[in-house]
T-cell receptor, first 113, second 113 residues
Framework: GEDVEQSLFLSVREGDSSVINCTYT??????LYWYKQEPGAGLQLLTY?????DMKQDQRLTVLLNKKDKHLSLRIADTQTGDSAIYFC?????????????FGTGTLLAVQP | DSGVTQTPKHLITATGQRVTLRCSPR?????VYWYQQSLDQGLQFLIQ???????AKGNILERFSAQQFPDLHSELNLSSLELGDSALYFC????????????FGPGTRLTVT
C-alpha cells in the first residue's frame, strides 16, 4: 500500500542540527524526495535519493535511507531561522506510466533563535 | 523560482460555480501534474498529463477535469464547487514520465463560500 508518515512537529535552536524522519510502507518505492514549503509558498525540491543508495549529502543536507526499515531521514546541519518551514518526504516508483508523488503528512520545523 | 507558473494566485467563488486554474510548465518539461493540498487530506495527487495526453489519475473527483494543450500549458477545471473543495491546488512539471524531479508552482488558493 501507499502510506508515508512523518512526525508533525520539531523544534530546534539555531545552530543545532535538525533531523526529520519519515517512514514509508511501499517497498517498491525507488525514489524518495524531500520538499520544503514555506508559509504561503509552493513546494521547493530540496534533494532526493535513489533506493539503491544509503546516504546522500548536499551541503548542509544529509539524507539517510534504511530500506530494511523503510525509514528515511533528513538532517539539516547548523539549522538557521530561515530553515523554519514544513518539510515533506515523498516517494515514487520507477517504471509504469506515471511518476506521481505520494507525500507524507509534513513536519513543521520551528527554529528558535 | 521554480519556473512553473500558476494563475490565478487566489480565487474566491461560491458553491455550485465552475473555475479554471491554469499552469505553465518549465521550459522543456513535457509532464504536468496537479496536486491538491488541504488540511484534512494533505497533499494528494490528482492527475498527470504528458505531452498532451492523460497519463494517470489519482484521487480526482468526477466534477474535476484537466487538459494539456499543444503549447504544453495545462488547465484544471473544477465544477459544481462545494465548500470542501477549498484548498491549495499545485501544478508541478517534469521532463518526462519517469522518476525525474518535479518542480512545483506557487499554487492557486481556492476558497469556496
Amino acid at each position: 500500500g501507499e502510506d508515508v508518515e512523518q512526525s508533525l512537529f520539531l523544534s530546534v535552536r539555531e545552530g543545532d542540527s535538525s533531523v526529520i524522519n519519515c517512514t514509508y510502507t511501499d517497498s517498491s518505492s525507488t525514489y524518495l524526495y524531500w520538499y520544503k514549503q514555506e508559509p504561503g509558498a509552493g513546494l521547493q525540491l530540496l534533494t532526493y535519493i535513489f533506493s539503491n543508495m544509503d546516504m546522500k549529502q548536499d551541503q548542509r543536507l544529509t539524507v539517510l535511507l534504511n530500506k530494511k526499515d523503510k525509514h528515511l531521514s533528513l538532517r539539516i546541519a547548523d539549522t538557521q531561522t530561515g530553515d523554519s518551514a514544513i518539510y515533506f518526504c515523498a516517494e515514487s516508483k520507477e517504471g509504469g506510466a506515471t511518476n506521481k508523488l505520494i507525500f507524507g503528512t509534513g513536519t513543521l520545523l520551528a527554529v528558535q533563535p | 523560482d521554480s519556473g512553473v507558473t500558476q494563475t490565478p494566485k487566489h480565487l474566491i467563488t461560491a458553491t455550485g460555480q465552475r473555475v479554471t486554474l491554469r499552469c505553465s510548465p518549465r521550459s522543456g518539461d513535457l509532464s504536468v501534474y496537479w496536486y491538491q493540498q488541504s488540511l484534512d487530506q494533505g497533499l494528494q495527487f490528482l492527475i498527470q498529463y504528458y505531452n498532451g495526453e492523460e497519463r494517470a489519475k489519482g484521487n480526482i473527483l468526477e466534477r474535476f477535469s484537466a487538459q494539456q494543450f499543444p503549447d504544453l500549458h495545462s488547465e484544471l477545471n473544477l465544477s459544481s464547487l462545494e465548500l470542501g473543495d477549498s484548498a491549495l491546488y499545485f501544478c508541478a512539471s517534469s521532463v518526462g514520465t519517469g522518476p525525474y524531479e518535479q518542480y512545483f508552482g506557487p499554487g492557486t488558493r481556492l476558497t469556496v463560500t
